[in-house]
């Protein structure tokens, strides 16, 4: 165990290596920060986040416990900056871990090419309508880029070079790939998936990637393996921001999240194609990892301490992913996003995206007036979600909640979804549940739904037993029946509240 006393424990803030000596570029790029600009890669995001203070660079720290530690404790605290680990003892020289980078909305924004001081709603206005609005762009393959500086085959393949953290003390293993996106092909329909699942680090030459019941990727190794074929795969553990989020973020079945970041960037990904795969390798990336999860070879793999702030999983047989290259830049840095008890990292961008997809969701599935919506960061933005509505119709609310609970944002292990009335901040957490408190009758405003989607993860379900759960919709609007009898509120609707907050704010700090 090493020594964490801060009196003895050998650490050092440095500079970020990368920051412009000019402080005039300094400027400039935080000027371009504020005003919302695209990147190019995760190098480019790490200067901008720095030219608005919100980069640390820490020094001297082991992989063995205390990245781990630290990483748990910025994740946990509001307003912490992103932090690049640098010096690794043991570690090769310029090997580096990036951690809680999207934590705040203002790095987020930064990822998104936005104003780094949006607000929350005009953050998610602006997703929802790139979301109705933004046109596949087509990867377009090159011949070179600075992941190939460097590419390790046969004999020199060595997953163990790399500074991958013990993120729980716990872990059956150390997980390379938390902020990853693993690319794989339809094998039968041909359209090409990124998404985010965990890898363990089985040796140096061999891995394990974890994939839920139901997830993209499980469906391209589901049909790999029933035609008695390896899937192929492309693992990226050090990557560009924006692209972790398309990975992260549910996308409808069949859309390529690489040609959606090309869209939203409004030109095209460019990528290498991977030696033995032939899949497309984003050509900025930090670290890629090629191979084949294998359809006749398991080992054991997990506990791994998951989003839902348990050991739910345990520990199973899962496909080995055999590799046969590693792809990396000079000085790589793995980016790094561990679960923790929620919220963290992970949740604390998603609360905004996903909420802002499950808005949309419920308005292509033909709902009217969903006023806000919200996937709660406590509940891992899957387990509690909050939707408002002004009421249209008898039956409007329950409508509204049934088509939230099972949507494609909302059905993945979703436990309790509440509707309430468009005079309710969904975001705030004390007046959903107030609103739950007065306004809901328990025999009236209860549904159950039974045999839903749900997955290894979900802790409530007994071992042996996982795959399906119950979830509960809860009516917390005023009775419509009787909705203008309905006793009148104390203080301001949402938007007045918002109208206060921006002119008084000063007076908080």
């Not at 720095?50 to 416990?65: A, K, N, P, T």
């Not at 509001?78 to 043991?90: E, R, T, Y």
């Not at 992913?321 to 679960?339: E, K």
Request: charged share 25%; glycine share 10%.
């Amino acid at each position: 165990m090493t020594n964490a006393d801060p009196a003895t424990y050998p650490t050092t803030f440095t500079p970020y290596g990368d920051r412009p000596s000019d402080p005039e570029q300094v400027a400039k790029l935080a000027e371009l920060a504020r005003g919302g600009t695209t990147h190019e890669d995760l190098r480019d995001w790490l200067q901008l986040v720095d030219s608005i203070g919100e980069l640390r660079v820490l020094e001297g720290v082991d992989w063995q416990e205390n990245i781990g530690r630290i990483t748990e404790m910025l994740t946990h605290s509001d307003h912490a900056p992103a932090v690049l680990f640098d010096a690794i003892p043991g570690a090769q020289k310029g090997f580096r871990i990036l951690v809680n980078a999207q934590a705040e909305r203002s790095r987020l924004a930064v990822s998104l090419g936005l104003p780094s001081d949006i607000g929350t709603w005009e953050l998610m206005d602006e997703w929802e309508r790139r979301r109705d609005e933004t046109e596949p762009v087509a990867p377009m393959m090159v011949d070179g880029g600075p992941i190939l500086e460097n590419v390790l085959e046969g004999d020199d393949i060595d997953l163990l070079k790399f500074p991958t953290p013990l993120w729980h003390p716990q872990d059956g293993g150390r997980y390379i790939g938390t902020g990853d996106a693993v690319l794989t092909r339809d094998p039968e329909e041909g359209w090409l998936n990124m998404g985010t699942y965990r890898v363990m680090v089985h040796d140096s030459t061999n891995a394990a990637i974890f994939m839920s019941p139901g997830k993209h990727g499980r469906l391209h190794r589901q049909k790999a393996f029933e035609r008695g074929e390896p899937l192929p795969a492309v693992v990226l553990v050090g990557l560009d921001p924006l692209l972790f989020l398309a990975s992260a973020l549910e996308m409808p079945y069949g859309q390529s999240e690489l040609e959606w970041v090309g869209g939203m960037r409004g030109r095209p990904v460019e990528c290498i194609a991977g030696r033995h795969t032939g899949l497309p390798i984003p050509a900025r990336a930090e670290i890629a990892l090629e191979g084949f999860l294998m359809h006749d070879e398991e080992r054991m793999e997990g506990p791994f301490g998951e989003w839902t702030g348990y050991y739910a999983s345990a520990s199973r047989e899962e496909p080995v992913f055999r590799l046969s290259a590693i792809y990396h830049r000079n000085d790589p840095i793995i980016t790094g996003v561990p679960p923790e008890k929620p919220p963290y990292e992970a949740h604390k961008f998603r609360q905004y995206l996903k909420s802002a997809n499950l808005r949309r969701e419920m308005r292509l599935a033909g709902v009217p007036d969903v006023t806000a919506a919200w996937c709660h960061g406590v509940g891992g933005c899957q387990l509690f979600t909050a939707v408002s509505i002004k009421q249209r119709y008898p039956g409007h609310a329950r409508q509204a909640g049934h088509i939230a609970a099972q949507c494609r944002t909302g059905a993945y292990l979703g436990r309790i979804t509440v509707v309430v009335d468009d005079d309710i901040d969904v975001s705030d957490l004390d007046e959903v549940i107030w609103a739950i408190s007065t306004r809901c009758d328990p025999e009236r405003s209860f549904d159950i739904i039974r045999r839903a989607w749900s997955g290894p993860l979900d802790p409530a379900i007994e071992p042996g037993k996982k795959g399906f759960n119950s979830r509960v919709v809860i009516d917390a609007t005023k009775p419509y029946e009787w909705i203008d009898q309905f006793p009148e509120a104390i203080g301001p609707t949402p938007e007045e509240k918002a109208v206060t907050r921006q002119r008084w704010s000063w007076i908080l700090r």
